[in-house]
């Protein structure tokens, strides 16, 4: 079994502030929040980095992208904008090793990366 604190999260032996689920999706507030709004958006199935996805998980991988535009649309901050982020691996920035889209928002954020 994948025992990171985010694998933790989704078995409810860690407390987090959870503010969105379903069958296949966690999301919960970032203890360390880099924007006023910084919700995680945490696939139930257990890969540690976007590397271990598969052909097979695309429509999981929709999945986490489409629940994190509905919590913006659903909190009202689609339209003034929000960034989402995946880190991979080490030179990625990665610590938590289980698959997460950062969604952050509420303030303008800083220099473009791409
Ligand atoms: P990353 O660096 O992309 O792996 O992101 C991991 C994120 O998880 C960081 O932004 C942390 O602040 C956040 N984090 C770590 N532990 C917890 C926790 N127990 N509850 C919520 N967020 C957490």
Request: hydrophobic residues 45%; charged residues 25%.
């Amino acid at each position: 079994m994948s025992d990171t604190i985010f694998d933790k999260i989704i078995r409810r032996e860690l407390p987090a502030d959870i503010v969105y689920e379903d069958d296949d999706v966690l999301a919960f507030r970032d203890i360390h929040p880099q924007a006023p709004v910084h919700v995680l958006f945490v696939p139930k199935k257990s890969f540690a980095t976007l590397n271990d996805c598969t052909e097979a998980d695309a429509a999981l991988l929709g999945k986490l992208l489409l629940a994190a535009s509905a919590y913006a649309k659903r909190e009202g901050f689609a339209e003034a904008g929000y960034r989402c982020v995946i880190n991979c691996n080490r030179g990625g920035g990665q610590t938590v090793y289980h698959l997460h889209v950062h969604l952050m928002a509420g303030r303008q954020m800083p220099e473009r990366m791409v």
